[in-house]
């Protein structure tokens, strides 16, 4: 029996937040599809040029591109010089986002708090994936990461749940709008994963409590998450577009 071709060899892609957690997984697991890959990163140069080491010694060809999201200009810059070094873009994934760790309640949330969320999550990801769709060649892909807080609300994190559940009605219209050039567009939203992000939320026996409320019974690492990533971008999913897929080890259903 040959092997499954997922259609991404030779293709080009941008992967924001690339540098650490979620995204960097997706980067690796797109690079050993042969996929090239730009890594947008914010500050962490190191983390950011490590990835691109590690994707080289396995053969692969990646770059690094530091920009701010939040600022318009930066994120512009960022797709059109992942565009230049590439040749060219087929694949948008947007992981850049951040969560506060701090829980607290809507009526004493700040307003510096709200605005610094939206701006990463919310923001960012508008200014980046408005450049991408401007480039993206035809039939591409956009994924937009999101999270379960956007599905069901996450209590003490208002600012957080209302900046992922946004992200629903954009992948919807965009997939529409994108369609006419046979690209497709979708959220993928996961629930608790072992990021540097969660460490706080996993101390003091944190851990143990998460896990006991999903069924799988485990917290999910940043690869199973790249993975259902993967599918999206590549050629098995090109009639799946407009839709948000879940990957929480059955946490929300």
Known sequence: MSGVDLGLAGRRALVTGGSRGIGRAIALRLAAAGVRVAIGYRA?????GAVVDEIGDAGGQAFAVAADVSDPAAAAGLVAEAARLLGGLDVFVASAGVWPYESVPLSELTSDRWRRTLAVNLDGLFHTTRAAAA??????????IGSTAGQRGEAGHADYAASKAALSGLVKSLAVELAPRGTTVNCVAPGWVDTDMCEEAFAGGGR???EAGIPLGRIADPDDIAGPTLFLCS???RH???????VNGGAVL
């Open 208 to 210: 143990a409590r998460i």
């Open 44 to 48: 962490d140069a190191t983390a950011a």
């Open 240 to 246: 799946v577009t407009g839709t948000t897929l879940s």
């Open 135 to 144: 480039v993206l060649a035809e039939e591409g892909r956009v994924v937009l």
């Open 235 to 237: 050629a098995l999913a």
